[in-house]
């Protein structure tokens, strides 16, 4: 998936046609070609103008698999319980030496190239750090769609037991940009500088993607989530795709 154009033309269509009232959700049934044959949705939430946009509204409030999109709040609750340092340098995790087929994640990481590059062995052992009753507890404290770990402290993040639906996902990427969330403001601000994308301009773009097998025959699920932040406004997103083709990596 090309993310960027795709939230590009997203942003573009929804904010040209934003006449609704405030406190409303609007259904856009004019996006449709922009999944280009995939099943998919798109939902928005427009904080200066509290308005959520969204198209197929069905499945935005569908759980599924959070794949890699999770990473972005379990780098919290690793900073929260102290097994990550908002030190980048000292975040560092050594490579075990087994190769994988990603080469980027062949290589020792730190918090801010795991991200960057989607490392699933580095936030498997930050899982082992954190531990199951810490991690269950964090879940719990930000209420992560069904909270449910029991598919493995290494694994219940990866097409396994935690489900949480793309309206879900940007209800917490709000509390998130908004800093509400119950996190210290330090943490968050080393989250959102490790998802930042591109920045200039007063204009910062965040993001996450995320991609893996569905269990209810949906083939490969493709995730993209983030938010954009100017001096004036907030938008917080996730684009959801689904067919045998879809990544969101």
Partial sequence: ?????????????????S???????????DLADIFQGFDGTFIMYDEGADRYTVFNKALSETRLPPCSTFKVFHALIGLDSGVLDRDDARTLMKWNGKPSS???????????????HSVVW??????????????QRGLDRIGYGNRDISGGLTRFWLQSSLKISPREQ???????FNGSLPFAAEDIAVVK?????SSGNGVRFMGKTG???????RGIIGWFVG??????????????IQGPDASGV
């Fill in 1 to 17: 998936m090309k993310k960027h154009i795709i939230i590009g033309t997203l942003f573009a269509l929804v904010l040209l046609a």
């Fill in 19 to 29: 006449v609704a009232r405030a406190s409303e959700i609007v259904e856009r049934t």
């Fill in 102 to 116: 990603i080469a980027a994640w062949n290589h020792d990481q730190t918090l801010a190239s795991a991200m960057r």
């Fill in 122 to 135: 580095y936030f498997q052992r930050v899982a082992t750090g954190i531990g199951e009753e810490r991690m």
């Fill in 170 to 176: 940007v209800g917490l990427l709000r509390a998130l």
């Fill in 193 to 197: 500088r490790d998802i930042t994308l």
């Fill in 211 to 217: 991609s893996g097998s569905d269990d209810a025959d």
């Fill in 227 to 240: 938010g954009v932040e100017t001096p004036h406004n907030r938008w917080s997103f996730a684009v959801n």
